[in-house]
């Protein structure tokens, strides 16, 4: 028997057809800003992990032109939040920010000039 109500079974509320918005604004709203970073953070690292073929799958999901994208935008939040984040969460995100840069400049076959890479405009020039 089909649901013939206005407002459909997907906005019923506990409906599993649909996405609990006001449940999902909840739990978001208990995480503290430092924590959304972070995984923000962590979420760009691991594409342009992906994207620079780092991963088993290797050249499958290669893309430079994207992981480019990825880099800078990682680049730029991490640039943004330097102040808003501790040293015990920056660090290691910095790290592998400049781990990811230098493994597109290895990746690429025309090399950019330094400070011109992904993300060095946020970074600085990056050097092996």
């Not at 430079?64 to 994208?69: S, V």
């Not at 880099?71 to 910095?94: C, K, N, Q, V, Y």
């Amino acid at each position: 028997m089909s649901d013939t109500s206005p407002a459909g079974p997907a906005d019923s509320p506990g409906s599993s057809d649909g996405p609990d918005f006001d449940e999902m604004t909840r739990d978001i709203a208990e995480v503290p800003a430092v924590e959304v970073i972070v995984t923000v953070a962590v979420n760009l690292m691991s594409a342009a992990a992906v994207k620079l073929g780092l991963t088993e799958e290797g050249d499958k999901y290669k893309d430079l032109d994207e992981a480019r994208k990825l880099i800078t935008a990682l680049a730029g939040l991490l640039d943004a939040s330097t102040t808003e984040i501790s040293s015990f969460h920056a660090a290691p995100l910095r790290d592998g920010l400049k781990s990811l840069q230098l493994a597109f400049r290895e990746a690429s076959l025309i090399p950019d000039e330094p400070g011109q890479g992904p993300g060095e405009k946020y970074t600085g020039p990056v050097y092996g």
